[in-house]
T-cell receptor, first 111, second 115 residues
Framework: GQQVMQIPQYQHVQEGEDFTTYCNSS?????IQWYKQRPGGHPVFLIQ?????EVKKQKRLTFQFGEAKKNSSLHITATQTTDVGTYFC???????????FGTGTRLQVFP | DAGVIQSPRHEVTEMGQEVTLRCKPI?????LFWYRQTMMRGLELLIY????????DSGMPEDRFSAKMPNASFSTLKIQPSEPRDSAVYFC?????????????FGPGTRLTVL
């Protein structure tokens, strides 16, 4: 079946360092969404990308959708302790339209 | 707006007992989703409703799980009988107009522990 994988699974960084998580789908996606889940919290929508090669920025966060629309990345510049959490990408199932969530990348930031 | 509301926030029960989880979606949202999150399986969609009608329940693990949405402002997920492997965090989410093209707003979740 369709899979959405993310790497790395875990990332520990020193505050101020950059962080990148990569999302790879086994099928082409019409769009991709990114969510953040704080420890003990619930997923919160960050952004949606639709166009091939699209790049969007939110302050220190940069999101990119691959040219083939099968991969995406989230880059955080100069991490802060408030960035701690698990970042999920999610894309539509290829024939049911359900949202398939990636495996997630858990980010820990040390002060 | 109050956001998606779920109750209870925590539930501890013994194997074999019936468990009912409740959700109130954001007013005006046409779609309601039930997800389960575990370390092993991640975030899985169990079932979703459109305008109170169940559309896709292919993610429901087995007959012990059932979900209803009697009106636009209320949904339940029931497990009967519960088993230890059902222990997980169950999230309810809602969206305005779409399944995978619209933002999904998640509730705080119900952490279920089955002993």
């Amino acid at each position: 079946g369709q899979q959405v994988m993310q790497i790395p699974q875990y990332q520990h960084v020193q505050e101020g360092e950059d962080f990148t998580t990569y999302c790879n789908s086994s099928t082409t996606l019409s769009n991709i969404q990114w969510y953040k889940q704080r420890p003990g919290g619930h997923p919160v929508f960050l952004i949606q990308l639709v166009k091939s090669g699209e790049v969007k920025k939110q302050k220190r966060l940069t999101f990119q959708f691959g040219e083939a629309k099968k991969n995406s990345s989230l880059h955080i510049t100069a991490t802060q302790t408030t960035d701690v959490g698990t970042y999920f990408c999610a894309g539509p199932h290829y024939n049911t339209d359900k949202l398939i969530f990636g495996t997630g990348t858990r980010l820990q930031v040390f002060p | 707006d109050a956001g998606v509301i779920q109750s209870p926030r925590h539930e501890v029960t013994e194997m074999g007992q019936e468990v009912t989880l409740r959700c109130k979606p954001i007013s005006g949202h046409d779609y309601l989703f039930w997800y389960r999150q575990t370390m092993m399986r991640g975030l899985e969609l169990l079932i979703y409703f459109n305008n109170n009608v169940p559309i896709d329940d292919s993610g429901m693990p087995e007959d012990r799980f059932s979900a209803k949405m009697p009106n636009a402002s209320f949904s339940t997920l029931k497990i009967q009988p519960s088993e230890p492997r059902d222990s997980a965090v169950y999230f309810c989410a809602s969206s305005f107009k779409g399944v995978s093209t619209d933002t999904q707003y998640f509730g705080p979740g119900t952490r279920l522990t089955v002993l």
